[in-house]
């Protein structure tokens, strides 16, 4: 049987894949280049993620100063899920099964890893066999592969933990302690280009080299490039107690205004969006703001000036918002927008433009708004149309409003745009009217982030209307194994239990779910049923009291009405079924199946 292999030793003409002299992607970006002119049908259909990791064979430009977008940590996920599929499809399409060989693979920085680990779990081993080499397994790669993986670090001489261990122990101004580049200039502008790309891995390396190589004091600027990245970089990566860290160490080392200005915007954000919520300090954030706004006033450029006060005023209407101020951080965004508008021709800055209209358009849908929230989305994405955040956010408000056609549309939008965002995955899966698009939708989930608990929720749920009871049971175990106190999983479980007939176990999972959840209906009603069949009836009816207290649901009621008839409570019973036939969503068998109940009761009561 072909399988893919891993071999500590290289593999003869296979292709680098050692960081600093390959970079994110190395050695899989120039496989793929040559993969990219056989098949142009499926990179018309894979542009976006192939872009994302190939960008120099599509001439894409570099991201220009005024960027602000930056993508989320785990887009790199997202695109290595696309380019497996495309991997994929390349080799199924290949007239004669395949072989390629990546070396280095210990020494690769985690965007190879990861999109490794992608096709090993996606790409038939008959069809293109992957040999992978390197002196120690890196974990993700191990459980593709089925494999233990290596003792000590993934990557034994890994340059970013070198740099970081030197720093910690002589200072940033220490010489540099590994071998690696040594050009300022090109660290700066590689650091640029991976922050721009939403390569955080990397660009951390990269900015940790040059804060090596750079002193504070005989290059601020440059210095202050390298150390912002670093921050930039930690605070996407979930270190943002280490950015935090680093600008206090900044604040430090200089006096220089505009990097005293920029430190304390990003101390704020860091308290605002990136610190675990026992770190925040929302009281910090503001003064911080405040200080930033200040030194912001004193710019003698009136468009920087303009640019920075305005952006700096959204993180106040950020905690405004937070704090229930929603009239004040309404009035900071549109005082910004006008700002801009002042100052700036209407075709300038339109990514700065759409991120304001953005705020705005999220604070409209949390009070209330939806029409005023669309009118802004829509401009939004007049201005960025390819910001796949935007169509999440649109499709999420027409879900809402009931308009599932185009909520279907802005998350397709979204998924081909991301590329693949697992949250337009999940929530289309939920508007499919068939089934097996719905489990499709939900498996690419799952494929981009096999830890993912709502799609494991939805899935079980799904694969129990389907009758797929195995199915139900593994997903419910899989999501319980990461998230064991989770309601909807233990529900799960229990209505699979019971369907089994084990009652007892059912029960008790039941009742597990709703001591971490009293208000979840459907533990009430599933743990009602497990207890009807028991012949616990007083049970049953004590459980859909606290069902019908939740919900006017009508099903709900009607359950209860047959505990009741069960227990002889006609009168009780009889109002139950009455109210079901009142409310106007019951028709058809339903509705017959009521009015048979209440005229037994009517029957029966003396």
Not at 123 to 147: H, T, Y
Not at 196 to 211: D, F, K, N, S
Not at 530 to 552: K, N, P, Q, S, W
């Amino acid at each position: 049987m072909r399988r893919h292999v891993w071999e500590p030793a290289a593999t003869p003409g296979g292709y680098d894949c050692e960081v600093w002299r390959t970079g994110p992607y190395g050695g899989v970006r120039r496989y793929l280049a040559t993969l990219l002119p056989e098949r142009p049908d499926l990179v018309a259909r894979h542009e976006v993620e192939l872009r994302a990791a190939v960008p120099e064979v599509f001439g894409a430009p570099e991201a220009g100063p005024d960027r602000i977008r930056f993508h989320p940590a785990q887009r790199t996920r997202q695109v290595a899920f696309g380019i497996a599929e495309f991997v994929a499809a390349w080799a199924e399409g290949s007239p004669e099964p395949a072989e390629v060989g990546f070396d280095n693979v210990d020494l690769a920085d985690g965007t190879t890893v990861e999109l490794l680990a992608a096709l090993v779990r996606r790409v038939d081993p008959a069809r293109l066999r992957l040999r992978l080499s390197g002196a120690v397994v890196p974990a993700e790669l191990a459980g593709a592969l089925g494999l233990p993986s290596g003792d000590g670090p993934t990557d034994p001489t890994d340059r970013t933990g070198a740099v970081r261990a030197h720093e910690a122990e002589n200072g940033p101004t220490a010489p540099p302690a590994v071998d690696g580049p040594t050009d300022p200039a090109a660290l700066q502008a590689d650091l640029g280009r991976c922050l721009a790309a939403g390569w955080y891995e990397h660009a951390a390396r990269l900015a940790l080299r040059g804060r090596q190589l750079v002193r504070a004091g005989d290059d601020p600027g440059t210095w202050w490039a390298f150390t912002t990245g670093l921050g930039t970089a930690y605070a996407a990566l979930d270190r943002a107690a280490e950015a935090l860290a680093l600008y206090a160490g900044a604040r430090a080392a200089t006096d220089d205004p505009k990097i005293l200005m920029s430190a304390a915007y990003s101390t704020a954000m860091l308290h605002a969006r990136y610190l675990s919520p026992d770190a925040r300090d929302a009281t910090l954030a503001r003064e911080e703001l405040h200080t930033a706004l200040a030194l912001a006033a004193r710019l003698d450029d009136p468009r920087q000036r303009t640019l920075l006060t305005v952006f700096y005023g959204q993180g106040l209407a950020l905690l405004d918002s937070r704090s229930g101020r929603t009239d004040a951080a309404l009035a900071r965004i549109d005082a910004g927008i006008a700002a801009l508008d002042r100052e700036f021709a209407p075709d300038e800055r339109p990514q700065d433009r759409a991120r304001l209209l953005h705020n705005r358009a999220q604070l409209h849908a949390a009070t209330g708004r939806p029409d005023r929230a669309l009118a802004d989305l829509a401009a939004v994405l007049a201005r960025d149309p390819d910001n796949a955040e935007y169509h999440v956010d649109r499709a999420g408000l027409h879900r809402d409003l009931g308009r599932p056609a185009e909520a279907l549309a802005d998350y397709t939008a979204a998924i081909r745009l991301g590329p693949h965002p697992p949250e337009a995955y999940l929530h289309r899966a939920a508007l499919r009217d068939d089934p097996a698009l719905a489990l499709a939708d939900l498996g690419r989930v799952l494929a981009i982030d096999p830890g993912h608990v709502d799609a494991l929720v939805n899935r079980a749920n799904l694969r129990v209307e389907l009758g797929d009871l195995d199915g139900a049971e593994t997903d419910a175990r899989a999501g319980l194994a990461l998230a064991p106190r989770e309601p909807l999983l233990l529900c799960t479980l229990g209505l699979v239990v019971s369907e089994r007939g084990d009652l007892a176990g059912a029960e008790r999972l039941l009742s597990r779910a709703l001591e971490h959840d009293p208000d979840l209906v459907a533990a009430w009603t599933n743990r009602a049923a497990v207890r009807f069949e028991a012949g616990e009836l007083d049970a049953a009816a004590g459980d859909l009291d606290r069902a019908v207290g939740l919900t006017d649901d009508p099903v709900v009621r009607y359950n209860r009405g047959l505990a009741l008839q069960g227990l002889r409570r006609w009168a009780e019973a009889e109002a139950d079924f009455a109210a079901v036939l009142a409310d106007p969503r019951v028709d058809g068998d339903f509705g017959a199946e009521a009015r048979e109940q209440l005229a037994a009761c009517r029957a029966a009561a003396p």
